[in-house]
C-alpha cells in the first residue's frame, strides 16, 4: 500500500508563489502510477487540480483543471520518487487543503472515483 506525505503549503499573499511536494512515507516507488493533486476549500466539495501519467518512458502527459490552468505546473521525478505542484500567480480562491493521490491507471486522471491513495494534505492559505 502506498502512502503519500505531502509537504510545501502554507500562506501566502495573492500573487506569490508556493511548491508542494509528494513522496511516499516508505521507500516504494510510485514511478507505476498516474499522480495528482485535488483540493478542498472550506464548505466546498473536494475538486480536482492537475494529474500526471506514470511517465515509464519520461513522457509525460498531464491533466488541469480550467481553473488553475497557466497558473500551476504539476510535475514528477521518478528517480527522485517526487511529486510536485508549482503553484503562481495565486489568488484567495485556491486557498484550501491540497491533496496528493495516486491511481492504478497509468494515464492522467480527473474524477475522485480514479484515485486508489490519499495523502493527508496540506493547507494552503492565500490572502488578499
Known amino acids: 500500500q502506498v502512502q503519500l506525505v505531502e509537504s510545501g503549503g502554507g500562506l501566502v499573499q495573492a500573487g506569490g508563489s508556493l511548491r508542494l511536494s509528494c513522496a511516499p512515507s516508505?521507500?516504494?516507488?510510485?514511478?507505476?502510477?498516474?499522480m495528482g493533486w485535488f483540493r478542498q476549500a472550506p464548505e466546498k466539495e473536494r475538486e480536482f487540480v492537475a494529474s500526471?501519467?506514470?511517465?515509464?518512458?519520461?513522457?509525460?502527459?498531464?491533466n488541469y483543471a480550467d481553473s488553475v490552468k497557466g497558473r500551476f505546473t504539476i510535475s514528477r521525478d521518478n528517480a527522485e520518487n517526487t511529486l510536485y505542484l508549482q503553484m503562481n500567480s495565486l489568488k484567495p480562491e485556491d486557498t484550501a487543503v491540497y491533496y496528493c493521490?495516486?491511481?492504478?491507471?497509468?494515464?492522467?486522471?480527473?474524477?475522485?472515483?480514479?484515485?486508489?491513495?490519499w495523502g493527508q494534505g496540506t493547507q494552503v492559505t492565500v490572502s488578499s
Open positions: 493521490t495516486a491511481a492504478t491507471t497509468g494515464r492522467p486522471f480527473t474524477t475522485i472515483k480514479e484515485v486508489d491513495y
Open positions: 516508505t521507500g516504494r516507488t510510485f514511478s507505476g502510477y498516474a
Open positions: 500526471i501519467n506514470s511517465s515509464p518512458r519520461n513522457i509525460f502527459y498531464v
